[in-house]
């Protein structure tokens, strides 16, 4: 079950990073966005430190050591995103590194910002159970 819920937590990750991108742009450059998003350790680190910052009302110093363990993680998985994509034979070893990162990031929030990120993450994880029931139960 835990194994589950750590996939479902790495899937979610990926979908919110790509509905940002498609958010963010306009139409035109989306591609070209989602490219640069996917070759670039420095941009996946960059926006996805900047939605922290906005979620959790992190101080400036905050915002800074985030960017740096964003930007460390995201070179780590790099070699995930150029290959097929994420396998069975790979969710492990990134599920791994992200474990690693949060356990970082952890340490430099508060209890209060801790705590509504496993929220914003548990209902992440509850709309992506409910899409999977609704994709099983149409036979897709």
């Not at 790509?18 to 591609?31: C, K, L, N, V, W």
Request: proline fraction near 2%; glycine fraction near 2%; aromatic fraction near 6%.
């Amino acid at each position: 079950m835990m194994r589950i819920k750590n996939l479902l937590t790495v899937t979610a990750a990926l979908l919110i990073l790509i509905m940002f991108s498609s958010f963010a742009f306009a139409p035109g450059r989306q591609d070209g966005f989602r490219e640069l998003f996917r070759r670039s350790p420095e941009t996946r680190a960059q926006v996805v430190t900047m939605v922290m910052e906005n979620r959790l009302d992190m101080d400036k110093a905050q915002a800074e050591k985030s960017l740096q363990i964003n930007l460390k993680y995201a070179k780590l998985s790099q070699p995930y995103l150029k290959k097929d994509g994420v396998t069975m034979e790979n969710t492990g070893e990134l599920l791994a590194i992200n474990q690693k990162r949060s356990d970082e990031l952890k340490a430099i929030l508060t209890l209060e910002q801790i705590k509504k990120a496993e929220d914003i993450q548990e209902k992440w994880i509850n709309r992506l159970e409910t899409i999977l029931v609704h994709l099983k139960e149409n036979n897709f």
